[in-house]
């Protein structure tokens, strides 16, 4: 048997090019003691893929050159040398690598639960790394308060759009800002957004003016740049600010300028707080009783976005980063049991 692992063998510069990471051939060895042999089904994109590629100081060392890319996944485990996990049970993997297969110590993988009729890709989604990201990001940081406004930027991505639909949950006017029409209609037709602002034909300033009258109480931060000043500019006293991404920045090869609207924060007396999901695995367990009881409810809605085949991970990477997705990105490496 053989694996396919995809390694990077130079940091990108800007956008990611063909030549940055190989896809390479290498037999599979002996499973270790206590080890599971996981067969990847979903690999999950997400832009923190590409600090990890970078040489940056980041909240995780950098992907090495020669090393396997890092990712999340769901798979299948097909061999099995720990007692308590049986081949056949499916499992999150948690941060393995860009691979048809990964032998991970046993007591690292998580047995995920069968539950009849929610779809696998729920779990990379509402009930993965993205729907806690959402929720704890929100409701820790953002304090949500029945009658405030929540502003979402990147509002119909993986995360973006969970976090608007559970401010919606805790009485919030919700504006989201995504790249598109059709995001736009997605997010306040099925989504529950109040507005929807498309940055790409619209003047953000003019449109959070006329879809936040009374100011912005709670700004999820996901995009940086112009948009995150426009949206400084307009926050009222004591608003918080859950800083998630910053993906407006993450390809450029020189330092980014800004916020130019820095010294608001101060004048608004705002909380801003950087964020990272690692910081909170202890409390999944109730992120994720809480997701799941508002998805039987009908009250959380989700997309996924599936590429197919792990040949097309980098190459699908760059759907984030020009807005293509609709929802959460994965790739489809094999299919289902």
Request: aromatic content about 6%; glycine content about 12%.
């Amino acid at each position: 048997m053989t694996n396919q692992t995809w390694v990077l063998r130079q940091r990108p510069v800007g956008d990611i090019k063909d030549t940055d990471l190989e896809l390479v051939e290498s037999p599979l060895g002996e499973l270790a003691d206590g080890s599971v042999r996981v067969k990847t089904i979903y690999l999950s994109l997400d832009p923190t893929n590409r600090i990890w590629m970078s040489d940056a100081d980041a909240y995780l060392p950098p992907v090495g050159i020669g090393e396997g890319m890092r990712g999340g996944s769901i798979g299948v485990v097909t061999q099995s040398n720990h007692l308590l996990i049986q081949a056949g049970a499916i499992v999150n993997t948690g941060l393995s690598q860009w691979a048809l297969y990964n032998d991970i110590p046993g007591d690292m993988v998580n047995v995920l639960p069968d539950i009849p009729g929610l779809p696998l890709t729920a779990f990379m989604g509402p009930l993965g790394a993205t729907g806690m990201t959402a929720y704890f990001g929100l409701t820790d940081i953002g304090k949500p308060q029945a009658g405030e406004t929540l502003v979402v930027s990147a509002a119909a991505g993986a995360v973006g759009s969970m976090v608007g639909q559970i401010g919606k949950i805790h009485g919030c006017r919700v504006v989201g800002i995504a790249g598109s029409d059709d995001k736009c209609q997605w997010l306040t037709e099925t989504a529950g957004f109040d507005a929807a602002i498309n940055y790409k034909r619209e003047n953000v300033a003019e449109a959070l003016d006329r879809h936040c009258p009374d100011g912005i109480d709670i700004n999820f931060e996901n995009v940086g740049g112009e948009i995150m000043d426009a949206v400084i500019a307009r926050l009222n006293d004591f608003s918080r600010m859950p800083l998630c991404g910053l993906i407006s920045s993450y390809n450029d090869t020189e330092a980014t300028p800004g916020p130019y609207n820095f010294a608001n924060l101060l004048m608004r007396r705002t909380l801003l707080k950087g964020f990272i999901i690692l910081d909170y695995l202890d409390r999944f367990p109730e992120g994720m009783q809480a997701m799941a009881a508002w998805l039987a409810e009908g009250k959380i809605h989700y997309e996924t976005d599936i590429v197919e085949g792990l040949e097309n991970a980098p190459s699908s990477l760059e759907r984030l980063f020009s807005g293509k997705n609709l929802g959460k990105l994965v790739v489809r490496v094999s299919q289902e049991p």
